[in-house]
C-alpha cells in the first residue's frame, strides 16, 4: 500500500528515474527532492545548520518542479549544502518561495548531473500528485 506522500527509485535503461507522490503541489516538490537526495546517496553534517531562501518562477508546474530540484543541485555543487526541511510559499502564476533548512554534504555516493523533462507529467491521481523524474547522471 502507497502512503499518502513518498517516492521510490524506478528502474531506468540508462539514467535514473524516481517516481514521487504527494497530496499537494508544495508535497510533491518535498518528496521529489527527498527522493533525489535518497538514490544520490546524500549524506548531511550532523552539526551546524544552514538556512537559505529560494524565489522561483516557473511557466508551469512541471517547469517550477525542474526549476526547484536545479536548484537544489546547484546548491549542493556550489555551496556544498543540501537540505532536509522546506517551508513552501506557492502563490499564483507559479511563483514559489521555500525557505531550506540543512548542512553542509558530508558525502554523495552517486552524483546527478541534471533535472531532465524527459516525460515529465505531473498527474492527477484520487490521492493528489504524482510525477516521475528522470535525472541525468
Same mark, same amino acid.
Given at each position: 500500500?502507497?502512503?499518502?506522500?513518498?517516492?521510490? #527509485?524506478?528502474?531506468?535503461?540508462?539514467? !535514473? #528515474?524516481?517516481?514521487? @507522490?504527494?497530496?499537494?503541489?508544495?508535497?510533491?516538490?518535498?518528496?521529489?527532492?527527498? *527522493?533525489?537526495?535518497?538514490?544520490? *546517496?546524500?549524506?548531511?553534517?550532523? *552539526? #551546524?545548520?544552514?538556512?537559505?531562501?529560494?524565489?522561483?518562477?516557473?511557466?508551469?508546474?512541471?517547469?517550477?518542479?525542474?526549476?526547484?530540484?536545479? #536548484?537544489?543541485? @546547484?546548491?549542493?555543487?556550489?555551496?556544498?549544502?543540501?537540505?532536509? $526541511?522546506?517551508?513552501? $510559499?506557492?502563490?499564483?502564476? !507559479?511563483?514559489?518561495?521555500?525557505?531550506? *533548512?540543512?548542512?553542509?554534504? %558530508?558525502?554523495?555516493?552517486?552524483?546527478?548531473?541534471? %533535472?531532465?523533462?524527459?516525460?515529465?507529467?505531473?498527474?492527477?491521481?484520487?490521492?493528489?500528485?504524482? %510525477?516521475?523524474?528522470?535525472?541525468?547522471?
Amino acid at each position: 500500500m502507497i502512503k499518502d506522500a513518498g517516492y521510490r #527509485e524506478l528502474a531506468h535503461t540508462a539514467d !535514473w #528515474e524516481l517516481e514521487a @507522490w504527494a497530496p499537494d503541489l508544495t508535497g510533491l516538490l518535498e518528496q521529489a527532492a527527498r *527522493g533525489m537526495y535518497a538514490i544520490s *546517496g546524500t549524506r548531511l553534517d550532523a *552539526g #551546524e545548520r544552514h538556512t537559505c531562501l529560494l524565489d522561483l518562477r516557473a511557466l508551469d508546474a512541471e517547469s517550477l518542479l525542474v526549476r526547484f530540484l536545479t #536548484e537544489l543541485l @546547484w546548491l549542493g555543487q556550489q555551496d556544498g549544502l543540501a537540505f532536509d $526541511t522546506f517551508l513552501f $510559499t506557492l502563490s499564483p502564476g !507559479w511563483s514559489l518561495q521555500v525557505e531550506l *533548512g540543512g548542512a553542509s554534504i %558530508v558525502s554523495i555516493e552517486k552524483d546527478i548531473k541534471a %533535472v531532465t523533462y524527459h516525460n515529465l507529467v505531473i498527474r492527477r491521481l484520487a490521492r493528489g500528485l504524482a %510525477v516521475n523524474i528522470v535525472f541525468d547522471v
